[in-house]
Nanobody, 125 residues
Framework: VQLQASGGGLVQAGGSLRLSCAAS????????MGWFRQAPGKEREFVAA????????YYADSVKGRFTIPRDNAKNTVYLQMNSLKPEDTAVYFC???????????????????WGQGTLVTVSS
């Protein structure tokens, strides 16, 4: 299984970025997909998740109303659209996948069995 995240970079506060995660080696349409992030010196934290069908989405309170997590099952790709970015959004962002039979909560790092390599997002003030 490979989860290839891309789209990170440097952006000014108030700006937007769209992260992409291309998945291979798994049946994408049966996996819940998620994004987590880890800032320097901090623990990895939940950002957003989307159910296999795309019918349900979940967001951390810190990003609700600013980020969205669409997916395209035909392209085996999940996105993270980030608007109104703040300096505190600076982190390495990780794409994750949770197969149907895998236990654990969608908001927990223990709830995902596949992880990508991460892409750095830096928001300047």
């Amino acid at each position: 299984v490979q989860l290839q995240a891309s789209g990170g970079g440097l952006v000014q506060a108030g700006g937007s970025l769209r992260l992409s995660c291309a998945a291979s080696g798994l049946t994408f349409s049966t996996n819940t997909m998620g994004w987590f992030r880890q800032a320097p010196g901090k623990e990895r934290e939940f950002v957003a998740a989307i159910s296999a069908s795309g019918g349900n989405t979940y967001y951390a309170d810190s990003v609700k109303g600013r980020f969205t997590i669409p997916r395209d099952n035909a392209k085996n790709t999940v996105y993270l659209q980030m608007n109104s970015l703040k300096p505190e959004d600076t982190a390495v962002y990780f794409c994750t996948a949770k197969s149907r039979a895998f236990g654990g909560a969608y908001y927990s790092t223990n709830g995902y069995n596949y992880w990508g390599q991460g892409t750095l997002v830096t928001v300047s003030s």
